[in-house]
């Protein structure tokens, strides 16, 4: 599926999602998760969560990672089949800051950001799981 996530300043960047392991943007393959933020696209560092993955059988998406809050929408992909576990902490936080936070299967969420006006919305995505 290719996805055209329109961010600020007008430029857009090219998702195509082909499944399990794999995410395209602008034509540069991913092997890993990602975070869409503005007008750049870089590595989710998921080192902070990594204490939390007893306690969920997989590292979550915490509050201790950089996540990017300052659009109105924070869209999660949560992997290929809706696994990535987010911590309540991350749900709190996202109402505290006024953020709309919406989390779905990877495939679903880029559905989702093609609906998206520029600079309303920024990304996390998982890619497998």
């Not at 979550?60 to 290929?80: C, R, Y």
Request: net charge neutral.
């Amino acid at each position: 599926m290719r996805v055209c996530l329109c961010w600020v300043y007008g430029s857009s960047v090219d998702v195509d999602y082909p499944g399990f392991g794999t995410i395209v943007i602008d034509g540069k393959r991913f092997d890993h998760d990602v975070v869409v933020e503005a007008d750049r696209v870089r590595r989710r560092k998921k080192r902070p969560s990594k204490a939390y993955r007893i306690r969920y059988g997989h590292t979550p998406l915490s509050p201790d990672e950089e996540i990017p809050w300052s659009a109105p929408q924070l869209v999660v992909g949560t992997g290929a089949s809706g696994q990535l576990p987010i911590m309540p902490e991350v749900w709190e936080s996202a109402k505290v800051r006024g953020v709309d936070l919406v989390a779905l299967p990877t495939s679903e969420a880029c559905e989702l950001l093609r609906s998206i006006d520029a600079g309303e919305a920024y990304a996390i995505l998982h890619v497998t799981c």
